[in-house]
């Protein structure tokens, strides 16, 4: 059996054949968590991809937790608006965006801003 283990998973891999196995080291966390609802500054230390489930008019502004990493967030809703904050939450579009329900979006931490990042 083979086996591939990857020391940094935003690296780009090439194995020339077919894995088996992969084992992966590091914060990368493939388990999808839902925000609390109505939570504004959603916390993300939890792992990589999250889900909004919000019930109510919800305005995202920051995220909580984690520094220097990439999130995915996945809308599970029709209630979810990402407020653009040059300070907090930079949007591609430069300014605040409805985040329709299926809508996904990644970003990356730097500095204490968040930055909406094309998909790695």
């Known amino acids: 059996m083979a086996e591939l283990t990857i020391q940094n998973p935003q690296a780009i891999i090439s194995t020339g054949g077919v894995a088996t196995e992969l084992n992966l080291t590091g914060p990368f966390n493939f388990a ?3 925000f609390v609802d109505g939570d504004a500054t959603p916390d993300i230390s939890a792992g ?3 889900k909004t489930g919000n019930t109510g008019a919800t305005l995202i502004t920051d995220f909580d937790g984690n520094t220097d990493c990439l999130i995915h967030v996945r809308s599970g809703d029709g209630n979810t608006t990402l407020v653009h904050d040059a300070a907090k939450l930079v949007l591609k579009a430069g300014f605040s965006v409805a ?3 299926g809508d996904a979006k990644w970003f990356e931490e730097d500095g204490g801003i ?3 990042t ?3």
């Open 48 to 50: 990589t991809f999250f």
């Open 32 to 34: 999808r968590y839902t």
């Open 118 to 120: 094309p998909t790695p």
């Open 99 to 101: 985040f329709p329900a």
């Open 114 to 116: 968040w930055y909406e």
